[in-house]
C-alpha cells in the first residue's frame, strides 16, 4: 500500500496553475516519523475535530474519522458545507456499491478543485483505511482552509508561519519557527489569542515551565470564545519529542481564520485613517490660506487709501516728511508683504498638487480670495504707489518754486515800500504857492524827475502783480495776505499816479511866472536817477535767490553774472560823471561866492547816497560769486551723486535681467535627478539673496538722490521703481520655479513615477515647448499626445478623446497647458489612487455589511479625533433599516472625493 503522505507530496509539487504546492516536501526523518503512532494519534484526534467543527452547522458529527466516511455520505455533506456547493445527489443504498459511489462523487469533487488523489480511492476509504483517510482529509483541509492563506506572496504553509511570526514577534518567550516544536510549551497559542483578543488571557501569568497549563488554557478559551473545538490533548504535544507537522497547521490554521475577520477591519481602519489624516491636514492648509489671504487682502485695502491721498501739505517740511513716510513704506512695510504674497501662492499651488495627488477635487478659495484676486489687488497697490510718489515729487517742486516767488514777492514789494513811503505826502503839498520862481521851476524838475522815477519803477509793480497772480493759481497756503499787500501797492500806485498828474498841472500853471533855474542841477538829476535805479535793480538782482537743477543751468548764472560784472566799469564812469555835475555845482557856487542853503532841488538823490548804493554793490559782487560757486559746487556733488547711482544701477539692472534668464533656462532643462535640480536652484536662490547688499547700496544712494532733491539722471536708464520691480519678480520666480521642482517630486513620490519616466515626460514636453514659454497650446499638445502613443487624430473619436483630455489637463479653458498639468495627466494615466468606492467599501467592512454606521462602532475601530472628525460631519442615515443614531457613510466618502456635498 502507498502512503498517503508520499503521494499526497507529489500532488502538491503538482498544483494547477504552475503555483506554490500546499507543503514544502518533507525530508527523510520526516517520512520515517509519519509512521509514528503518536503521530497518528494526535492527527486522528485533530482531523476528526476539525471535521466536526464544520459538521455541526448541518447538525450532525463523526466520532471514528475511518468508520463514519465508509459510505460516503458524511464525507460529501463535509465537502458541501466546507465549500458552500452543492455535490451531485448521494445514493441511498446499503450495498458496497454503493458507498463507493458516494465516495467516488466525493473524490470526484475533490479533484474539480484542482487537487490530484495519487493512489487514494475509493475502496480504501470504505474498507476503512485509517491511514488512507487521513490522508484524504489532510488532502481536504490542506485545499479548504490553508491553501488560501497567503502573507507578502508565500506559499501557504509559508504564509501560515510568518503570519504566526508576525502576530507572536513582541511576546517574550515566544520564538515561532515550524509548526511542531515551537508550540510545545502553549505559550505561542497563547499569545496569538492575546494579540488579538487581550481581554481573554493575561499574558504576564504564564509560566514557560507549564506548558499543559499553557495549552489547556489557550483550548479552553479557544472552544469557549473563538469557537475552536479542541482538537489536541496537552499531554500528547509535550510528551511527544516533535509533535505532528499537520495537526498543529489544521488547530493554527483555525485561528488564522477566526481572526482574519479582525484582521480585514483593521485594514480597513487604516485606510480610512490614511484617507482622513489626508483630508484633515488639507483643510488645515486651506484655513491657513484663507487667513493669510485675508490678512494679505486687509493689508492692501487699508495702504491703498493712504497712498491715495493726495491732500497736500503747505510747507515744505510737512511734505519732506509724507516724503520720509513714503520711503519707511518702501523700505520696511512692503518687503514682508512682498515675501507673503510669495509665500501664499507657494502654499496655494503646493495645496493644489496635493488635492490633486490624494484625488481630491482643486480648492477654490472663497470669493474675492483667489490669488487673481490677489494680484489684481496687488496691482491697484502698485498703480496706486507709483502715482502717490510722481504726486509727492511734483509736490515738492511746486513746493519749491512757491517758496521761491514768495520770498521773490516779499523782496520786491519791501524794496517798492521803501520807494513810495512819503511820496503821498511830497506830492499833495502846496509849497508852490509860496515859492519863488527859482523855487518853482525847481520843483518843477523835480517833479519831472519823480514822473522819471515813477515810471523807472512802472516794471517793478507789474513784476510784483504778476507774481501775485502766480502764487495765487499755484495756490500759494498764504495768498490772503499776499494778496491785500499786493491790493495796497497797486491801490497806492493808482493814488500816486493821480497825485502825480495833479501836482504836474499845479505847477505848469505857475511855470510861466519862473523863469531862473539851475541847468545844472536839472542835468545832475535827469543822469542821477536812471543811475540810481540801475544801482537799485543792480543790487536787487544780486541778492535775488536762484533755483537751478543741473550744472548748465548754474554755468549759464555764473555766464551771466561775469557778464554783469564787466559793465561795472562803464558804470563807475558813469558815476564819476554825475559825480562831476555835482562838483562843478559846488566850483560855480565857490566861484561866484553863491551860499548854498539846500540840497539840489530838482532831486533828492545825493552824490552821498550814489557813493553809498555804489560801494554796496561792490560789496554784493563778491558774495553773488561765492553763493554762485557754492551752488555749482552742489550742482557737481548732484552730478557724482546722479554717477554713483547710476554705475550701480547699470550692474545690478543686467545682472537681474541676467538671472531671470538662466532661471528660464534651468526650468527647461533636465540636469539630473529633480533633487539635484532643487539643491540647485536653492544654491542659486541663496546666491540670489547673497546679492541682495547690491540692492540695499542702490537704495542708499537712491536715497541720497531724494535727499539731494534729483528728479533726473541722464546717465542711466534705471529708475529705482524699474529696479525694485524686477527684483521681487526675481525673487517670486526663483521661489516659483523652486516650488514646482517640488512639486514634482511630491507627484514622482506620490503616484510612485521613475525619474526616467519623469525625465521623458520632461524632454517630451520641451520637444513640443517650441517658443520655451514653460505651456503647450492646443496644437502643440496635441502633437505631444500623439508622440506618446495617443489617439488623438484629427478624427471623430480622436476630436473627442482630446477634448476629454483638455477638460483635465486645462479645466479652466485658458487654452494653454502648463508642465505641472501635464505631469498630473501623466501620472494620474500610469498610477492609481484611493477612490470614494474603496472608501466606501472600507465603510462597509467597519459597520457589519450594514449601509449605516453608528458613532459607537466608529470609535471603536479608529482613533479618537478621526472617529469624531467623522461623526461630526456624517449625516444622519435615513434608509428605511435605519435605526437611532445611525450614520450615512457612503455620502460622507463621496464627499470626501468632491462627488457630493456634505
Same mark, same amino acid.
Given at each position: 500500500?502507498?502512503?498517503?503522505?508520499?503521494?499526497?507530496?507529489?500532488?502538491?509539487?503538482?498544483?494547477?496553475?504552475?503555483?506554490?504546492?500546499?507543503?514544502?516536501?518533507?525530508?527523510?526523518?520526516?517520512?520515517?516519523?509519519?509512521?509514528?503512532?503518536?503521530?497518528?494519534?494526535?492527527?486522528?484526534?485533530?482531523?476528526?475535530?476539525?471535521?466536526?467543527?464544520?459538521?455541526?452547522?448541518?447538525?450532525?458529527?463523526?466520532?471514528?474519522?475511518?468508520?463514519?466516511?465508509?459510505?460516503?455520505?458524511?464525507?460529501?455533506?463535509?465537502?458541501?458545507?466546507?465549500?458552500?456547493?452543492?455535490?451531485?445527489?448521494?445514493?441511498?443504498?446499503?450495498?458496497?456499491?454503493?458507498?463507493?459511489?458516494?465516495?467516488?462523487?466525493?473524490?470526484?469533487?475533490?479533484?474539480?478543485?484542482?487537487?490530484?488523489?495519487?493512489?487514494?480511492?475509493?475502496?480504501?476509504?470504505?474498507?476503512?483505511?485509517?491511514?488512507?483517510?487521513?490522508?484524504?482529509?489532510?488532502?481536504?483541509?490542506?485545499?479548504?482552509?490553508?491553501?488560501?492563506?497567503?502573507?507578502?506572496?508565500?506559499?501557504?504553509?509559508?504564509?501560515?508561519?510568518?503570519?504566526?511570526?508576525?502576530?507572536?514577534?513582541?511576546?517574550?518567550?515566544?520564538?515561532?519557527?515550524?509548526?511542531?516544536?515551537?508550540?510545545?510549551?502553549?505559550?505561542?497559542?497563547?499569545?496569538?489569542?492575546?494579540?488579538?483578543?487581550?481581554?481573554?488571557?493575561?499574558?504576564?501569568?504564564?509560566?514557560?515551565?507549564?506548558?499543559?497549563?499553557?495549552?489547556?488554557?489557550?483550548?479552553?478559551?479557544?472552544?469557549?470564545?473563538?469557537?475552536?473545538?479542541?482538537?489536541?490533548?496537552?499531554?500528547?504535544?509535550?510528551?511527544?519529542?516533535?509533535?505532528?507537522?499537520?495537526?498543529?497547521?489544521?488547530?493554527?490554521?483555525?485561528?488564522?481564520?477566526?481572526?482574519?475577520?479582525?484582521?480585514?477591519?483593521?485594514?480597513?481602519?487604516?485606510?480610512?485613517?490614511?484617507?482622513?489624516?489626508?483630508?484633515?491636514?488639507?483643510?488645515?492648509?486651506?484655513?491657513?490660506?484663507?487667513?493669510?489671504?485675508?490678512?494679505?487682502?486687509?493689508?492692501?485695502?487699508?495702504?491703498?487709501?493712504?497712498?491715495?491721498?493726495?491732500?497736500?501739505?503747505?510747507?515744505?517740511?510737512?511734505?519732506?516728511?509724507?516724503?520720509?513716510?513714503?520711503?519707511?513704506?518702501?523700505?520696511?512695510?512692503?518687503?514682508?508683504?512682498?515675501?507673503?504674497?510669495?509665500?501664499?501662492?507657494?502654499?496655494?499651488?503646493?495645496?493644489?498638487?496635493?488635492?490633486?495627488?490624494?484625488?481630491?477635487?482643486?480648492?477654490?478659495?472663497?470669493?474675492?480670495?483667489?490669488?487673481?484676486?490677489?494680484?489684481?489687488?496687488?496691482?491697484?497697490?502698485?498703480?496706486?504707489?507709483?502715482?502717490?510718489?510722481?504726486?509727492?515729487?511734483?509736490?515738492?517742486?511746486?513746493?519749491?518754486?512757491?517758496?521761491?516767488?514768495?520770498?521773490?514777492?516779499?523782496?520786491?514789494?519791501?524794496?517798492?515800500?521803501?520807494?513810495?513811503?512819503?511820496?503821498?505826502?511830497?506830492?499833495?503839498?502846496?509849497?508852490?504857492?509860496?515859492?519863488?520862481?527859482?523855487? #518853482?521851476?525847481? %520843483? +518843477?524838475?523835480? *517833479? $519831472?524827475? /519823480?514822473?522819471?522815477? &515813477?515810471?523807472?519803477?512802472?516794471?517793478?509793480? @507789474?513784476?510784483?502783480?504778476?507774481?501775485?497772480?502766480?502764487?495765487?493759481?499755484?495756490?500759494?497756503?498764504?495768498?490772503?495776505?499776499?494778496?491785500?499787500?499786493?491790493?495796497?501797492?497797486?491801490?497806492?500806485?493808482?493814488?500816486?499816479?493821480?497825485?502825480?498828474?495833479?501836482?504836474?498841472?499845479?505847477?505848469?500853471?505857475?511855470?510861466?511866472?519862473?523863469?531862473?533855474?539851475?541847468?545844472?542841477?536839472?542835468?545832475?538829476?535827469?543822469?542821477?536817477?536812471?543811475?540810481?535805479?540801475?544801482?537799485?535793480?543792480?543790487?536787487?538782482?544780486?541778492?535775488?535767490?536762484?533755483?537751478?537743477?543741473?550744472?548748465?543751468? #548754474?554755468?549759464? %548764472? +555764473?555766464?551771466? *553774472? $561775469?557778464? /554783469?560784472?564787466?559793465? &561795472?566799469?562803464?558804470?563807475?564812469?558813469?558815476? @564819476?560823471?554825475?559825480?562831476?555835475?555835482?562838483?562843478?555845482?559846488?566850483?560855480?557856487?565857490?566861484?561866484?561866492?553863491?551860499?548854498?542853503?539846500?540840497?539840489?532841488?530838482?532831486?533828492?538823490?545825493?552824490?552821498?547816497?550814489?557813493?553809498?548804493?555804489?560801494?554796496?554793490?561792490?560789496?554784493?559782487?563778491?558774495?553773488?560769486?561765492?553763493?554762485?560757486?557754492?551752488?555749482?559746487?552742489?550742482?557737481?556733488?548732484?552730478?557724482?551723486?546722479?554717477?554713483?547711482?547710476?554705475?550701480?544701477?547699470?550692474?545690478?539692472?543686467?545682472?537681474?535681467?541676467?538671472?531671470?534668464?538662466?532661471?528660464?533656462?534651468?526650468? #527647461?532643462?533636465?540636469?539630473?535627478?529633480?533633487?539635484?535640480?532643487?539643491?540647485?536652484?536653492?544654491?542659486?536662490?541663496?546666491?540670489?539673496? @547673497?546679492?541682495?547688499?547690491?540692492?540695499?547700496?542702490?537704495?542708499?544712494?537712491?536715497?541720497?538722490?531724494?535727499?539731494?532733491?534729483?528728479?533726473?539722471?541722464?546717465?542711466?536708464?534705471?529708475?529705482?521703481?524699474?529696479?525694485?520691480?524686477?527684483?521681487?519678480?526675481?525673487?517670486?520666480?526663483?521661489?516659483?520655479?523652486?516650488?514646482?521642482?517640488?512639486?514634482?517630486?511630491?507627484?514622482?513620490?506620490?503616484?510612485?513615477?521613475?525619474?526616467?519616466?519623469?525625465?521623458?515626460?520632461?524632454?517630451?514636453?520641451?520637444?513640443?515647448?517650441?517658443?520655451?514659454?514653460?505651456?503647450?497650446?492646443?496644437?502643440?499638445?496635441?502633437?505631444?499626445?500623439?508622440?506618446?502613443?495617443?489617439?488623438?487624430?484629427?478624427?471623430?473619436?480622436?476630436?473627442?478623446?482630446?477634448?476629454?483630455?483638455?477638460?483635465?489637463?486645462?479645466?479652466?479653458?485658458?487654452?494653454?497647458?502648463?508642465?505641472?498639468?501635464?505631469?498630473?495627466?501623466?501620472?494620474?494615466?500610469?498610477?492609481?489612487?484611493?477612490?470614494?468606492?474603496?472608501?466606501?467599501?472600507?465603510?462597509?467592512?467597519?459597520?457589519?455589511?450594514?449601509?449605516?454606521?453608528?458613532?459607537?462602532?466608529?470609535?471603536?475601530?479608529?482613533?479618537?479625533?478621526?472617529?469624531?472628525?467623522?461623526?461630526?460631519?456624517?449625516?444622519?442615515?435615513?434608509?428605511?433599516?435605519?435605526?437611532?443614531?445611525?450614520?450615512?457613510?457612503?455620502?460622507?466618502?463621496?464627499?470626501?472625493?468632491?462627488?457630493?456635498?456634505?
Amino acid at each position: 500500500m502507498v502512503d498517503y503522505h508520499a503521494t499526497n507530496n507529489q500532488h502538491q509539487q503538482s498544483a494547477p496553475g504552475g503555483g506554490q504546492p500546499y507543503m514544502e516536501q518533507p525530508d527523510e526523518w520526516d517520512r520515517d516519523l509519519l509512521l509514528d503512532p503518536a503521530w497518528e494519534r494526535q492527527q486522528r484526534k485533530t482531523f476528526t475535530a476539525w471535521c466536526n467543527s464544520h459538521l455541526r452547522k448541518s447538525g450532525t458529527q463523526i466520532n471514528n474519522i475511518e468508520e463514519d466516511f465508509r459510505d460516503g455520505l458524511k464525507l460529501m455533506l463535509l465537502l458541501e458545507v466546507i465549500s458552500g456547493e452543492r455535490l451531485p445527489k448521494p445514493e441511498r443504498g446499503k450495498m458496497r456499491v454503493h458507498k463507493i459511489n458516494n465516495v467516488n462523487k466525493a473524490l470526484d469533487f475533490i479533484a474539480s478543485k484542482g487537487v490530484k488523489l495519487v493512489s487514494i480511492g475509493a475502496e480504501e476509504i470504505v474498507d476503512g483505511n485509517a491511514k488512507m483517510t487521513l490522508g484524504m482529509i489532510w488532502t481536504i483541509i490542506l485545499r479548504f482552509a490553508i491553501q488560501d492563506i497567503s502573507v507578502e506572496e508565500t506559499s501557504a504553509k509559508e504564509g501560515l508561519l510568518l503570519w504566526c511570526q508576525r502576530k507572536t514577534a513582541p511576546y517574550k518567550n515566544v520564538n515561532v519557527q515550524n509548526f511542531h516544536i515551537s508550540w510545545k510549551d502553549g505559550l505561542a497559542l497563547c499569545a496569538l489569542i492575546h494579540r488579538h483578543r487581550p481581554d481573554l488571557i493575561d499574558y504576564s501569568k504564564l509560566r514557560k515551565d507549564d506548558p499543559v497549563g499553557n495549552l489547556n488554557t489557550a483550548f479552553e478559551v479557544a472552544e469557549k470564545y473563538l469557537d475552536i473545538p479542541k482538537m489536541l490533548d496537552a499531554e500528547d504535544i509535550v510528551n511527544t519529542p516533535k509533535p505532528d507537522e499537520k495537526a498543529i497547521m489544521t488547530y493554527v490554521s483555525c485561528f488564522y481564520h477566526a481572526f482574519a475577520g479582525a484582521e480585514q477591519a483593521e485594514t480597513a481602519a487604516n485606510r480610512i485613517c490614511k484617507v482622513l489624516a489626508v483630508n484633515q491636514e488639507n483643510e488645515k492648509l486651506m484655513e491657513e490660506y484663507e487667513k493669510l489671504a485675508s490678512e494679505l487682502l486687509e493689508w492692501i485695502r487699508r495702504t491703498i487709501p493712504w497712498l491715495e491721498n493726495r491732500v497736500a501739505e503747505q510747507t515744505m517740511r510737512a511734505m519732506q516728511q509724507k516724503l520720509e513716510d513714503f520711503r519707511d513704506y518702501r523700505r520696511v512695510h512692503k518687503p514682508p508683504r512682498v515675501q507673503e504674497k510669495c509665500q501664499l501662492e507657494i502654499n496655494f499651488n503646493t495645496l493644489q498638487t496635493k488635492l490633486r495627488l490624494s484625488n481630491r477635487p482643486a480648492f477654490m478659495p472663497s470669493e474675492g480670495r483667489m490669488v487673481s484676486d490677489i494680484n489684481n489687488a496687488w496691482g491697484g497697490l502698485e498703480h496706486a504707489e507709483k502715482g502717490y510718489e510722481e504726486w509727492l515729487l511734483n509736490e515738492i517742486r511746486r513746493l519749491e518754486r512757491l517758496d521761491h516767488l514768495a520770498e521773490k514777492f516779499r523782496q520786491k514789494a519791501t524794496i517798492h515800500e521803501a520807494w513810495t513811503e512819503g511820496n503821498e505826502a511830497i506830492l499833495t503839498k502846496k509849497d508852490y504857492e509860496t515859492a519863488t520862481l527859482s523855487d #518853482i521851476k525847481a %520843483l +518843477l524838475r523835480k *517833479h $519831472e524827475a /519823480f514822473e522819471s522815477d &515813477l515810471a523807472a519803477h512802472q516794471d517793478r509793480v @507789474e513784476q510784483i502783480a504778476a507774481i501775485a497772480q502766480e502764487l495765487n493759481e499755484l495756490d500759494y497756503y498764504d495768498s490772503p495776505s499776499v494778496n491785500a499787500r499786493c491790493e495796497k501797492i497797486c491801490n497806492q500806485w493808482d493814488v500816486l499816479g493821480s497825485l502825480t498828474q495833479s501836482r504836474r498841472e499845479a505847477l505848469e500853471r505857475t511855470e510861466k511866472q519862473l523863469e531862473s533855474i539851475d541847468e545844472l542841477y536839472l542835468e545832475y538829476a535827469k543822469r542821477a536817477a536812471p543811475f540810481n535805479n540801475w544801482m537799485e535793480g543792480a543790487m536787487e538782482d544780486l541778492q535775488d535767490m536762484f533755483i537751478v537743477h543741473n550744472i548748465d543751468e #548754474i554755468q549759464g %548764472l +555764473l555766464s551771466a *553774472h $561775469e557778464q /554783469f560784472k564787466a559793465t &561795472l566799469s562803464d558804470a563807475d564812469k558813469e558815476r @564819476e560823471s554825475i559825480q562831476g555835475i555835482q562838483n562843478e555845482v559846488q566850483k560855480i557856487a565857490q566861484y561866484n561866492s553863491i551860499k548854498l542853503t539846500g540840497g539840489n532841488p530838482y532831486t533828492t538823490i545825493t552824490p552821498q547816497a550814489i557813493n553809498a548804493k555804489w560801494d554796496k554793490v561792490q560789496q554784493l559782487v563778491p558774495q553773488r560769486d561765492r553763493a554762485l560757486q557754492e551752488e555749482l559746487a552742489r550742482q557737481q556733488s548732484n552730478d557724482r551723486l546722479r554717477r554713483q547711482f547710476a554705475n550701480h544701477a547699470n550692474v545690478v539692472g543686467p545682472w537681474i535681467q541676467n538671472k531671470m534668464e538662466e532661471i528660464g533656462r534651468i526650468s #527647461i532643462e533636465m540636469n539630473g535627478t529633480l533633487e539635484d535640480q532643487l539643491n540647485h536652484l536653492k544654491q542659486y536662490e541663496r546666491s540670489i539673496i @547673497e546679492y541682495k547688499p547690491n540692492i540695499d547700496q542702490l537704495e542708499g544712494d537712491h536715497q541720497l538722490i531724494q535727499e539731494a532733491l534729483i528728479f533726473d539722471n541722464k546717465d542711466t536708464s534705471y529708475s529705482m521703481e524699474h529696479l525694485r520691480v524686477g527684483w521681487e519678480q526675481l525673487l517670486t520666480t526663483i521661489a516659483r520655479t523652486i516650488n514646482e521642482i517640488e512639486n514634482q517630486i511630491l507627484t514622482r513620490d506620490a503616484k510612485g513615477i521613475s525619474q526616467e519616466q519623469l525625465h521623458e515626460f520632461r524632454a517630451s514636453f520641451n520637444h513640443f515647448d517650441k517658443d520655451h514659454s514653460g505651456a503647450l497650446g492646443q496644437e502643440e499638445f496635441k502633437a505631444c499626445l500623439i508622440s506618446l502613443g495617443y489617439n488623438v487624430e484629427n478624427t471623430k473619436q480622436g476630436d473627442a478623446e482630446f477634448a476629454r483630455i483638455m477638460s483635465v489637463v486645462d479645466p479652466n479653458n485658458s487654452g494653454v497647458v502648463t508642465f505641472q498639468a501635464f505631469i498630473d495627466f501623466m501620472s494620474k494615466e500610469t498610477t492609481d489612487t484611493d477612490t470614494a468606492d474603496q472608501v466606501v467599501a472600507s465603510f462597509k467592512i467597519l459597520a457589519g455589511d450594514k449601509n449605516f454606521i453608528t458613532a459607537a462602532e466608529l470609535r471603536r475601530e479608529l482613533p479618537p479625533d478621526q472617529a469624531e472628525y467623522c461623526i461630526s460631519r456624517m449625516a444622519p442615515y435615513q434608509g428605511p433599516d435605519a435605526i437611532p443614531g445611525a450614520l450615512d457613510y457612503m455620502s460622507f466618502s463621496t464627499a470626501l472625493y468632491g462627488e457630493s456635498d456634505l
